[in-house]
C-alpha cells in the first residue's frame, strides 16, 4: 500500500506542479486561449496565487517525506489540494464545464486519499 500511495503522491504532485508552473508562466489572456475559460472570471493575482498553492501543493505531497523533513506536511497539503479542487469543480459548475468537474472530482478523490492515508495507518 505505501508504494502505492507513493505512486499516487507523485503523478499528483508532477500533474499539480505543471499546471501550476503554467498559471504562473503564462498570462490571463494566454490561458482563456488555450481553452482555460474559467480564468475570464478571476483577477490575474487570483489566477498566479492558485497557481502557487498548487505548485507548493504538489511540493508538499512528495518532499517532506523524501527529505524526512516535517513528514505531517505530506497529509497537511493533499488535504490543502482537496480544497483546491473543491473550489475548482464549484468554479466549472458554475460555466457548466462538466468534464472539468470530473476531472476535479478525481484528483481530489486522490488527493483526499492522500491525505486519509497519510494522516492514519500509513503515516511516515
Do not use: C
Not at 500511495?5 to 498570462?27: C, E, N, R, V, Y
Not at 498553492?53 to 518532499?63: D, N, P, Q, T
Not at 473550489?87 to 483526499?112: D, M, Q, S, Y
Amino acid at each position: 500500500m505505501n508504494i502505492f500511495l507513493w505512486i499516487i503522491a507523485s503523478l499528483l504532485a508532477l500533474l499539480f506542479l505543471a499546471t501550476g508552473i503554467m498559471k504562473l508562466a503564462q498570462p490571463k489572456e494566454k490561458l482563456a486561449a488555450a481553452g482555460q475559460g474559467w480564468v475570464e472570471d478571476f483577477p490575474e493575482t487570483a489566477i498566479k496565487a492558485i497557481g502557487t498553492a498548487e505548485i507548493l501543493g504538489a511540493l508538499g505531497l512528495v518532499l517532506p517525506a523524501l527529505l524526512n523533513i516535517v513528514p505531517i506536511l505530506v497529509p497537511t497539503a493533499a488535504t490543502g489540494l482537496f480544497l483546491l479542487m473543491i473550489g475548482a469543480a464549484i468554479t466549472h459548475g458554475r460555466r457548466k464545464e462538466i468534464p472539468n468537474i470530473v476531472a476535479n472530482v478525481v484528483l481530489g478523490l486522490l488527493a483526499v486519499t492522500i491525505a486519509i492515508t497519510r494522516f492514519g495507518t500509513y503515516n511516515f
